[in-house]
């Protein structure tokens, strides 16, 4: 029912910026929370910034001050700006989003996008 597809991956260098982007689309009554967790080889995926559809924001420690996430609720798409990159910042990110299937506020499903790497070089 619900698709999210995320593009803005790449390589860069340290200190560069990549733009991240995803847009939720299917058939659905509403977002709840959407965000940004990523995963490098060996490790646990882990959240990395998170956006209530309100406009609360939650970082991790490890990007407090060089990422921005963002969203536009008409186009049901959250951005994830990275300054500043790191190489510890280089992991598959994958899109997140708690989305309302049904008619009920307390049945929120969890949705995942596919990830697109980010690779940053020293």
């Known amino acids: 029912q619900v698709r999210l597809v995320e593009s803005g991956g790449g390589l860069v260098q340290t200190g560069g910026s990549l733009r991240l982007s995803c847009t939720a689309s299917?058939?659905?009554?509403?977002?709840?929370?959407m965000g940004w967790y990523h995963q490098a080889p060996g490790k646990q995926r882990e959240s990395v910034a998170v956006?209530?559809?309100?406009?609360?924001?939650n970082y991790a420690d490890s990007v407090k001050g060089r990422f921005t996430i963002s969203r536009d609720n008409a186009k049901n798409t959250v951005y994830l700006q990275m300054n500043n990159l790191k190489p510890e910042d280089t992991a598959a990110y994958y899109c997140y989003a708690k989305v309302r299937t049904s008619g009920s506020y307390y049945d929120p499903r969890d949705y995942w996008g596919q990830g697109t790497q980010v690779t940053v070089s020293s």
């Open positions: 299917g058939r659905f009554f509403g977002i709840n929370d």
């Open positions: 956006i209530s559809r309100g406009g609360t924001t």
